[in-house]
C-alpha cells in the first residue's frame, strides 16, 4: 500500500541505480557505469554540493596510482586530466630526528620506476573534482540531483524507493553510499565501523619552490609522524605533513610566516626557498573500516566504506577500486539478466573489497606506529630495515608494482580492459 501511495505521488523509476554523494567516487562511479553498462542504463546521482560550487581551493595532492589512471582513462576522464598531472618518477625515503644536520638516505625507488611506465601521478583535488563534476554534467546518461541528499529509503524484493530532501522520489534496483566518512546512509542501514582517531593532525599545503623537484617525491619520517613532498606541474609540491594535535593547531592559528619556518625546517633545502601558494588546511586524522561493505540493496564505496591514514596516499586509490569492482560486479550482472541489488549480487562485491580494503588500512596504521615515535633503538632496527629492502631489487620492484595498483584481484578497468 505504501507502495502504491508513493507511486501516485510521481516515483521517478527510470534509472538503474542511485548514487548518494558526487565527490571522487560517488562521481567516478556514475561515470563508470555511464560508459561501461549496457544502453538505456541511467544513473541517478543526488549531491548535497551544487554543481557550480566545485572545490577550487582545495589544497590536497593526490596521488593517482597507474591502475587508477587506466580507470580514468576507460571512463574519458584521463585526456582532461593529463596536462595537469605529473607523473612520480622517483621516490626517496628518510627516517631521522626533526633536528638532525642530515637525513641519510634509507630507500630509494629510482630505476624501478622507470623501467615502466610511471607508477603513480600526482593532482591536485580541486583540479579532479573539477573535471569529474564537468564529465558528469556532459553526460547524458546521467541525471544530477543537486543540491540534494537522500532524506529517507525503503527498500522491498524488487528495489530501493528514496525520498530526497527536496521531496522527489526515485527508485531504482540499488543505492550506493558514496556520501563519506559521516554516511548518513550507512547509520541508516545499522552497519556498524571499527575504527579509532589518532593524537596527530594532517597539515596540506601547496608551496612553489626555486628549483625543479625531477618529479621525485620525498618521505621523510619524523617523530611527530610522516612529511611528505609531492611533486605537482612547475616548481610546486604539495606538502602532506603529520603532526601532533597541538602542534598542529597552533601552527595553523599561527602567522604564515612561522607556518613557513615551520615547514622549511622539515622540508629542508633542497628544493631552495619555499613560499606558500594557496591555503594551508588542517584536518583530523581517523582509520575506520565498516564491518560491512553492502546492506539490503545498498553498498558502500569510497570513505563511506573505509578511511585509512594517508601515510602513502592510497585512500583514494582504493576508493576508485571500490567503483571499478562494483562497477563491474553491476555490468556482469546486468549482461546475465540478474538484479545488481540483490544479496548474491552484492556479496561479490563485498568479498571482492571488504579484505583488501581492510588489508590496506592495517599496513598504514601500522607503519604510522612504527615510524612515528622518537625511539631511538626502534629507529636503528627499522632503519636497519629499510637497507636491506633497497639491496633487494626483486622485493622493490614488487612494491612499485603494489603501489601502482597492480597485484591481488585488480578490476578490469584498472587493467586497461574493457567490460
Excluded at 597541538?246 to 622549511?264: P, V
Amino acid at each position: 500500500m505504501g507502495i502504491a501511495m508513493a507511486r501516485s505521488r510521481k516515483v521517478n523509476d527510470r534509472h538503474g541505480i542511485i548514487i548518494a554523494g558526487g565527490g571522487f567516487a560517488g562521481g567516478v562511479l556514475a561515470l563508470a557505469l555511464a560508459e561501461c553498462a549496457p544502453a538505456g542504463f541511467r544513473v541517478a546521482l543526488v549531491d548535497a554540493t551544487p554543481q557550480k560550487a566545485v572545490e577550487q581551493r582545495d589544497a590536497r595532492g593526490l596521488a593517482l596510482s597507474a591502475a587508477a589512471k587506466c580507470l580514468l582513462e576507460a571512463i574519458g576522464l584521463w585526456p582532461r586530466l593529463a596536462p595537469d598531472a605529473q607523473a612520480i618518477e622517483s621516490i626517496e625515503i628518510t627516517d631521522s630526528p626533526l633536528n638532525a644536520s642530515l637525513r641519510p638516505h634509507f630507500l630509494g625507488f629510482d630505476e624501478e620506476m622507470k623501467a615502466h611506465a610511471p607508477g603513480a601521478y600526482l593532482v591536485e583535488a580541486g583540479t579532479l573534482l573539477k573535471t569529474i563534476s564537468e564529465a558528469v554534467a556532459s553526460d547524458s546518461s546521467i541525471d544530477v540531483f543537486a543540491p540534494d541528499s537522500v532524506g529517507t529509503y525503503e527498500t522491498d524484493p524488487f528495489g530501493v524507493q528514496t525520498r530526497l530532501k527536496s521531496g522527489t522520489t526515485l527508485r531504482a534496483p540499488l543505492l550506493v553510499a558514496a556520501d563519506g566518512k559521516r554516511s548518513s546512509l550507512r547509520e541508516r542501514a545499522g552497519i556498524k565501523c571499527i575504527g579509532w582517531s589518532y593524537p596527530q593532525r594532517g597539515i596540506v599545503a601547496t608551496v612553489a619552490h626555486e628549483r625543479a623537484h625531477h618529479g621525485q617525491a620525498v618521505q621523510h619520517f619524523l617523530p611527530a609522524g610522516p612529511f611528505a613532498i609531492l611533486p605537482l606541474k612547475g616548481n610546486r609540491s604539495s606538502i602532506v605533513w603529520t603532526e601532533d594535535k597541538t602542534k598542529a593547531d597552533t601552527l595553523m592559528e599561527g602567522s604564515d610566516d612561522a607556518f613557513i619556518a615551520e615547514l622549511t625546517r622539515r622540508f629542508g633545502h633542497r628544493l631552495g626557498r619555499i613560499t606558500l601558494e594557496g591555503p594551508k588546511q588542517a584536518f583530523p586524522l581517523d582509520f575506520q573500516m565498516a564491518r560491512a561493505f553492502v546492506g539490503d540493496r545498498l553498498a558502500l564505496i569510497g570513505d563511506a566504506a573505509h578511511v585509512v591514514h594517508p601515510l602513502a596516499g592510497q585512500g583514494l586509490n582504493i576508493g576508485l577500486r571500490d567503483v571499478a569492482a562494483l562497477t563491474e560486479t553491476i555490468v556482469d550482472a546486468l549482461r546475465l539478466g540478474l538484479d545488481i541489488g540483490s544479496a548474491t549480487t552484492l556479496e561479490r562485491y563485498q568479498r571482492w573489497r571488504r579484505f583488501d580494503s581492510a588489508f590496506s588500512g592495517t599496513v598504514m596504521d601500522g607503519l604510522n606506529r612504527l615510524f612515528s615515535n622518537d625511539n631511538a633503538p626502534l629507529r636503528a632496527i627499522r632503519d636497519l630495515g629499510l637497507g636491506l629492502v633497497d639491496r633487494a631489487p626483486g622485493l622493490k620492484r614488487f612494491l612499485v608494482r603494489e603501489a601502482a595498483g597492480a597485484t591481488g584481484n585488480v578490476p578490469r578497468l584498472m587493467k586497461g580492459e574493457g567490460l
